[in-house]
Nanobody, 116 residues
Framework: VQLQASGGGLVQAGGSLRLSCAASGRIFGINSMGWFRQAPGKQRELVAAITNGSSTNYADSVKGRFTISRDNAKNTVHLQMNSLKPEDTAVYYC???????????WGQGTQVTVSS
């Protein structure tokens, strides 16, 4: 499975950004796609994830500000990030896993920087 992420960039606090990730390769119909992030000196953490059945999971820190969505037909996932805060600054990684695959997969990472 290959993950191609796009979006990210520099935005002022209170602004918005949208991340997208397209999966290709051997995709199992039952899967979860999502976004993790890693800030300098911190561990990688889950931001949001969504299953093929559209069940979602969000980190408490982004609830009400971020929205994850997906297009199953295109194997793509999007993360709409609103009301961004400087503490959202991190490298964001797209992630895919399926119970039918022994591996999970990561995208190349995209930088999100929120200035105060």
């Amino acid at each position: 499975v290959q993950l191609q992420a796009s979006g990210g960039g520099l935005v002022q606090a209170g602004g918005s950004l949208r991340l997208s990730c397209a999966a290709s390769g051997r995709i199992f119909g039952i899967n979860s796609m999502g976004w993790f992030r890693q800030a300098p000196g911190k561990q990688r953490e889950l931001v949001a994830a969504i299953t093929n059945g559209s069940s979602t999971n969000y980190a408490d820190s982004v609830k009400g500000r971020f929205t994850i969505s997906r297009d199953n037909a295109k194997n793509t996932v999007h993360l709409q990030m609103n009301s961004l805060k400087p503490e959202d600054t991190a490298v964001y990684y797209c992630h895919y896993y399926s119970d039918y695959d022994p591996y999970d997969y990561w995208g190349q990472g995209t930088q999100v920087t929120v200035s105060s």
